[in-house]
């Protein structure tokens, strides 16, 4: 909570030296009326540092908000979005860096709003495949069908995949399963 100018004032007459010079503390006198000016420009400062401090999350501050999505690449994903939404995508980039495993991805989608499963294709392979395993042609390395369950988020499932695509490994397909 910010300090307000009463507190300022108080504080700085506190300070001040004492003597018939420093009479700031006597109201209608000329010290008195600069230190409460003062006061209030520093409670002013206060306040805007504390509304700093508390808005510079990513996401949190809407005047920020298109520098944010330029600076995490989504500006092609925004359109039609709410601004809770376009928030929330930008802070699930932001704390989202980082990872290649399935569960990283699934917590990602998570951080969105979606519940997601991952499938991984492989081509076949003699001695790791079995009989009963799909036979994939080469065409199916890095490829990843993504199965969601759950979305509440509000977003249409094809931003999810955008947003995966653009996080997953260069040479990652990543499709709707």
Do not use: C, H
Not at 131 to 150: E, H, K, L, Q
């Amino acid at each position: 909570m910010p300090r307000t100018a009463a507190d300022y004032a108080a504080a700085t007459v506190a300070l001040m030296p004492r003597g018939r010079a420093w009479v700031a503390a006597e109201p209608g006198l000329d010290q008195a009326a600069v230190v409460g000016a003062l006061a209030v420009l520093w409670a002013t400062v206060d306040a805007s540092a504390e509304n700093l401090l508390e808005n510079s999350l990513p996401g949190a501050n809407t005047d920020l908000l298109p520098e944010w999505e330029a600076t995490l690449g989504l500006t092609d994903s925004i359109a039609g979005l709410t601004t809770q939404q376009r928030s929330s995508q930008v802070l699930a980039r932001f704390v989202g860096t980082g990872g290649q495993s399935k569960p990283y991805f699934i917590a990602f989608a998570a951080a969105l709003g979606f519940t997601i499963a991952i499938t991984t294709y492989a081509p076949f392979r003699a001695g790791i495949s079995t009989a009963i395993d799909p036979v994939y042609t080469d065409d199916w390395s890095f490829s990843w069908g993504v199965s969601v369950s759950a979305n509440a988020s509000g977003l249409a499932n094809s931003v999810l995949i955008d947003q995966l695509q653009t996080m997953a490994p260069a040479e990652t397909a990543v499709f709707i399963a």
